[in-house]
């Protein structure tokens, strides 16, 4: 289908997808700083350090010729899928753990969640456009 579109329409789509993964990505860091100033309680911007860490694995010890989605028997493939997972558990873990123990409240929590959601849904669509076009890559 895409290759049916001219040049400059190819373009544009992808400029637009672009620009909807900036957008998507700014919304959850709005999201994330507005649960700590609305309520003046920083302590939910833990939560960025499991955003660091995520790609960490994947950066380190994925190589370009295997899959996250595939299973393998590589020892390196397997602690790069344990690690990413035990980073996004993490992320939730963190801002549950603090209303818990009381130290956020409900709303701060909401938008934590909500910022996770965000960016989790712009990973997927990352995700997405570089299976749709390879020629376009830009991970």
Same mark, same amino acid.
């Given at each position: 289908m895409m290759?049916?579109?001219? *040049? =400059?329409?190819?373009?544009c789509?992808?400029? *637009? #997808?672009?620009?909807?993964?900036?957008?998507?990505?700014? *919304?959850?860091i709005v999201l994330q700083i507005l649960a700590c100033a609305l309520y003046n309680n920083w302590w939910p911007m833990l939560t960025v350090i499991m955003y660091v860490l995520l790609p960490m694995?994947?950066?380190?010890?994925?190589?370009?010729?295997?899959?996250l989605l595939s299973e393998s028997d590589? *020892?390196?493939v397997? $602690?790069? #899928?344990f690690l990413t997972g035990a980073s996004a558990v993490g992320s939730i873990a963190i801002p549950v753990i603090l209303k818990h123990a009381g130290i956020i409240g409900w709303g701060a929590l909401a938008m934590e969640l909500s910022s996770y959601f965000?960016?989790?849904? $712009?990973?997927?669509?990352?995700?997405?456009?570089?299976?749709?076009?390879?020629? =376009?890559?830009?991970l």
């Open positions: 290759a049916d579109l001219p *040049g =400059y329409h190819r373009t789509l992808h400029t *637009g #997808k672009l620009a909807l993964l900036a957008i998507l990505v700014s *919304g959850g694995p994947l950066l380190f010890f994925m190589g370009s010729d295997a899959s590589n *020892g390196w397997n $602690a790069t #899928k965000i960016f989790v849904v $712009a990973i997927m669509c990352c995700i997405r456009m570089n299976e749709d076009d390879d020629s =376009y890559s830009f």
